[in-house]
C-alpha cells in the first residue's frame, strides 16, 4: 500500500507524455531526400488524368512523356508528368500526392484542377488551388522542374 | 445468533495445498506498453518527414490521436468484468487503473483536438484564434467528424461530472448512469479514426488490427456485463430470504436461491447487488460475502452509511435479487504462507469473518485482530468467537478507550501480540485511513509487502 501522490503522477504523466512526442518529432527529418518513397506502404495516388483540350485519346504517336521532379511537401510527395506532342503539353497527371485522411480529400479536390491548369497554361505559371497550399507548391516545383526536361 | 454457523463443508472445499497465485498484473502492464510502442511505430513508419511546424503540430495531433484510440479501448476493457482482472488483479486496483487511466485518455483527446485544428487552421492560413471555427469546417468537411465532436463533447461532460468537487455532489447512481454514456462516447468517435486517420487510411493491416481490438472489447464487455450475469441469475434465482440486524446499524441480509455451492464464490468475495424492490431497482452496490456460500444461501452484512445501504433494512422477504459475481482478490489463493493475520476495520469485518471460518490451518495458524469504536460496535462477535473456539484460532479485538481514546496499533505492539508476526501471511480490510496506518506498523514489524493483502476501494 504506497502512498499515492496524485499530483506528482500528473506531472509525471504530463510531462513525460510532452517530452516523449517532442523526441518522436524531433527524431524525424525535416524534408526526405527528393525522390525517397514518401507515402510508406501507401500505393502513389494517382489522381485522374486530363485529357487534352484538343481531344484525342490515350497517346497519339510521336507523344512523349516527360516525369518532373519528386518534390516534398508536408504532407508527402508530389510528383508530375507531362504528354507532350508536337512541343505542347497535351496532357498532365499527378502520378505521387499526398493522401492519407484529409489529405486525400485535399488531393482528390486539388489535383484535377491542377492538371486541367497545367495544360491550358501550357507553362509552370499557374494559380494555387486554395485550400491545397502546400500541395499546389509541391505541383508546381515538379511541373516547372518537368517543362525544363522538355524544352532542354 | 444467525442461522449460518458452522462451515465445515466449505472449510473442506477450500482445503488444498498452499500455493500462491501470483497476480498477472506486471505480463498485463508489459502488453500494455507493448502495444502503446506498436503503435507509436505504426505512426513513425507512415511518417515520411516533417517539412515545418505546422507539420510537426498536426503529427503531434496524429500521435495524441492514435494513443487516445488506443487507451479508449484499454479503459473500456478494464470495466468489462474480465475475471482475470477482477479476481486475479483484483477489482480495487483495477478500478483505479481505470480512474487513472481515464483521466490520462480525455487529456489525450483533448491535445488530439486543440492539436489537430490548430494544425488545420494553421494549413488554411488562419492562427489559433480560429480554431473553433476550423472545427465548424473540418466537422463539415471531412467523414464521421460530426459523430466524433458529439462523442468528444459528451466525453467532457463525463470527464466534468467525474472531477472530485462536483462528484461528491451528485448521488452516486446519476453519475453512474452518465458514466455509461461512454459507450456511446466509443462508438461515436471510433469511425472518425478510420475514416480520417492516416495510419490507417494508408495501412489496411492497422485498420484490422484496430477493428480486432474493438472488436474483442465489444465481445468481452457482452459476454462478461451482460451474457454471464443474465445466466447466473437464471441459474440461480435469489431472493431475499431474511434481514437481521447484528448491531445498531449493522444488517445482515441472507438470500436465498438454487445451487449456490455452485456459484463460484469465494470466501473474501464479493458481488454487486441489485435488490428489486421499490427505490432500489436501478442500483447495484458492492457487498462482501460474510460467510462462506451455503448450498441454499448466501449473506451479506452491511453497515448503513449511504442510501442504499440503509434502505435495505427494509427489504422483505422474498424480494428478488439480481447479483454479479463473484469479484474480487482477496482470497486464500493469495496466500502464502501457513500462518495468517486477518486483520479487520468496523464492517471490513464481512470478508474477514468468511475467510476467518474457511482458510485452511491448523490450530493456532489463525489470527483476526478486530477493530471498532466500541464493543457494542463488534457486529458477528458471537459467530466469531464460536469460529474460533471450534478452529482454535486467536481472535482479538481493539476498541476506544471510555474515554475515546484510540487504540495503540503499533509495530510493537503488533509484534508483542504475535511475536512471529513476519512468519504470517496478513489479509486487511477497512477503512482508508486505518489500512494505511496497519499496513504501516505491519512493515515495520517486519511483514514484507507482497505478504499484505488487502483490498481498498479508495480512488
Given at each position: 500500500m504506497k502512498k499515492s501522490h496524485p499530483i506528482r503522477r500528473v506531472v509525471l504523466a504530463s510531462a513525460a507524455t510532452v517530452s516523449g512526442i517532442v523526441l518522436l518529432l524531433s527524431l524525424k527529418p525535416s524534408s526526405g531526400p527528393a525522390g525517397a518513397v514518401a507515402d510508406g506502404a501507401?500505393?502513389?495516388?494517382?489522381?485522374?488524368?486530363?485529357e487534352s483540350p484538343q481531344g484525342g485519346t490515350g497517346q497519339k504517336a510521336g507523344a512523349t512523356t516527360v516525369t518532373g521532379?519528386?518534390?516534398?511537401?508536408?504532407?508527402?510527395?508530389?510528383?508530375?508528368r507531362l504528354t507532350l506532342a508536337g512541343g505542347k503539353i497535351t496532357k498532365a497527371e499527378a502520378v505521387r500526392a499526398p493522401s492519407g485522411g484529409h489529405s486525400t480529400e485535399v488531393t482528390d479536390d486539388a489535383v484535377p484542377k491542377l492538371n486541367q491548369e497545367a495544360?491550358?497554361?501550357?507553362?509552370?505559371?499557374?494559380?494555387?488551388?486554395?485550400?491545397?497550399?502546400?500541395?499546389?507548391?509541391?505541383?508546381?516545383?515538379?511541373?516547372?522542374?518537368?517543362?525544363?526536361?522538355?524544352?532542354? | 445468533?444467525?442461522?449460518?454457523?458452522?462451515?465445515?463443508?466449505?472449510?473442506?472445499?477450500?482445503?488444498?495445498?498452499?500455493?500462491?497465485?501470483?497476480?498477472?498484473?506486471?505480463?498485463l502492464l508489459i502488453a500494455v506498453w507493448a502495444g502503446a510502442a506498436g503503435v507509436l511505430w505504426l505512426w513513425w513508419m507512415n511518417t515520411p518527414s516533417l517539412a515545418d511546424n505546422n507539420a510537426k503540430i498536426l503529427n503531434a495531433g496524429r500521435i495524441t490521436g492514435l494513443l487516445a484510440g488506443y487507451l479508449m479501448a484499454l479503459v473500456v476493457l478494464?470495466?468489462?468484468?474480465?475475471?482475470?482482472?477482477?479476481?486475479?488483479?483484483?477489482?480495487?486496483?483495477?478500478?483505479?487503473?481505470?480512474?487513472?487511466?481515464?483521466?490520462?485518455?480525455?487529456?489525450?483527446?483533448?491535445?488530439?483536438?486543440?492539436?489537430?485544428?490548430?494544425?488545420y487552421a494553421l494549413q488554411a492560413g488562419k492562427g489559433f484564434g480560429d480554431i473553433v471555427g476550423q472545427t465548424v469546417d473540418s466537422v463539415g468537411q471531412l467523414p464521421d467528424l460530426g459523430k466524433?465532436?458529439?462523442g468528444t463533447g459528451l466525453l467532457v461532460l463525463i470527464a466534468l461530472l467525474s472531477m472530485g468537487p462536483v462528484r461528491r455532489r451528485i448521488p452516486y447512481d446519476a453519475w453512474y448512469h452518465v458514466h455509461l454514456l461512454t459507450y456511446a462516447v466509443v462508438f461515436l468517435t471510433f469511425w472518425h479514426q478510420l475514416s480520417t486517420g492516416n495510419d490507417f487510411v494508408v495501412e489496411p493491416t492497422a485498420k484490422t488490427f484496430w477493428y480486432a481490438l474493438y472488436g474483442s472489447v465489444t465481445a468481452l464487455v457482452l459476454w462478461y456485463r451482460v451474457l454471464t450475469p443474465l445466466r447466473l441469475n437464471l441459474r440461480h434465482r435469489m431472493r431475499v430470504e431474511a434481514v437481521i440486524e447484528e448491531t445498531p446499524g449493522v444488517v445482515s441480509v441472507l438470500i436465498t436461491g438454487r445451487r449456490l455451492h455452485r456459484i463460484g464464490a469465494e470466501p473474501g468475495q464479493f458481488f454487486r447487488w441489485r435488490f428489486l424492490a421499490p427505490g432500489m431497482r436501478f442500483s447495484s452496490h458492492p457487498y462482501s460475502l460474510s460467510a462462506a456460500p451455503r448450498p441454499n444461501?448466501?449473506?451479506?452484512?452491511?453497515?448503513?452509511?449511504?442510501d442504499h445501504s440503509s434502505a435495505l433494512r427494509g427489504l422483505r422477504p422474498g424480494t428478488r435479487v439480481w447479483a454479479e459475481g463473484p469479484y474480487g482478490a482477496l482470497t486464500a489463493q493469495r496466500r502464502s504462507r501457513g500462518k495468517v493475520l486477518l486483520v479487520a476495520g468496523g464492517v471490513g469485518i464481512t470478508?474477514?469473518?468468511?475467510?476467518?471460518?474457511?482458510?485452511?490451518?491448523?490450530?493456532?495458524?489463525?489470527?483476526?485482530?478486530?477493530?471498532?469504536n466500541t464493543t457494542q460496535d463488534l457486529a458477528l462477535w458471537d459467530e466469531l468467537a464460536q469460529i474460533a473456539q471450534e478452529r482454535g484460532a486467536r481472535l482479538m479485538y481493539a476498541v476506544n478507550s471510555p474515554e475515546g481514546e484510540r487504540p495503540d496499533i503499533s509495530a510493537d505492539t503488533l509484534r508483542r501480540k504475535l511475536p512471529d508476526i513476519d512468519r504470517h501471511d496478513v489479509f486487511m480490510c477497512g477503512p482508508p485511513g486505518f489500512a494505511q496506518q496497519v499496513y504501516e506498523a505491519l512493515r515495520g514489524a517486519g511483514v514484507p509487502a507482497r505478504r499484505i493483502h488487502h483490498e481498498s476501494f479508495e480512488m
Open positions: 501507401a500505393p502513389p495516388a494517382t489522381a485522374a488524368a486530363q521532379d519528386a518534390t516534398q511537401t508536408q504532407y508527402g510527395t508530389v510528383q508530375v495544360v491550358s497554361a501550357q507553362s509552370a505559371d499557374i494559380d494555387a488551388v486554395s485550400g491545397a497550399t502546400y500541395t499546389s507548391g509541391g505541383y508546381l516545383k515538379s511541373l516547372q522542374s518537368a517543362i525544363d526536361k522538355a524544352g532542354g | 445468533m444467525s442461522t449460518i454457523a458452522g462451515g465445515r463443508a466449505a472449510r473442506r472445499q477450500t482445503m488444498r495445498r498452499i500455493r500462491p497465485r501470483r497476480s498477472p498484473a506486471v505480463p478494464q470495466m468489462a468484468r474480465v475475471p482475470a482482472l477482477e479476481r486475479r488483479v483484483g477489482s480495487d486496483r483495477v478500478a483505479r487503473w481505470h480512474a487513472m487511466s481515464g483521466r490520462y485518455t480525455i487529456s489525450l483527446v483533448v491535445a488530439h483536438v486543440v492539436l489537430t485544428m490548430y494544425g466524433a465532436a458529439i444461501m448466501l449473506r451479506i452484512t452491511v453497515k448503513a452509511i449511504g470478508p474477514m469473518r468468511a475467510l476467518f471460518e474457511t482458510l485452511p490451518g491448523a490450530a493456532g495458524d489463525l489470527t483476526l485482530l478486530y477493530r471498532a
